[in-house]
């Protein structure tokens, strides 16, 4: 049996997000929930109020044999806009800032050298931050894969095709 690996993202709406890292070789399994807060098993109303201090999330399952920790970051980066506090495109609110969220201390120094390259691209502006994983509670059934279920049809901030054409091309 594979070893699975988990990273935890936090960039924006879920939905795009997760539709995203689906599509990633070694990706193996995708939720989405809710972390960073302090609230035990919130929903995605009280989320939405600001009040418990979660973020929209994805969890990752992967394979490190057939994708990296590094590779992940690559496309989250990518994946939302991280000069941006507090929102992410239209969604605005602290349910969307965007963070990693660090399950060793391996990934820890991992994000922190690839926001450091990201900040100096950006001129010292990036708003993402990193933090030690926190209890994560999935998202209502039917957040997940949101846009799978619906043939890629709903809101999202990101545009998934352009990504995924645009990591495929380096």
Known sequence: MKKLETATFGAGCFWGVE???RQIKGVKETVVGYTGGSAKNPTYEEVCTGKTGHVEAIQIK???KETSYDKLLDVFWIAHHPSQADGQGNDIGTQYYAAIFYHTSEQKKVAE???EEINKKLGGQVATTIQP???FYKAEEYHQKYLEKRGGMGYCHINVKEILSSITHK
């Open 113 to 115: 050298k690839s926001k």
């Open 19 to 21: 539709e995203l890292f």
């Open 133 to 135: 994983a926190k209890e």
């Open 62 to 64: 992967f394979d490190p």
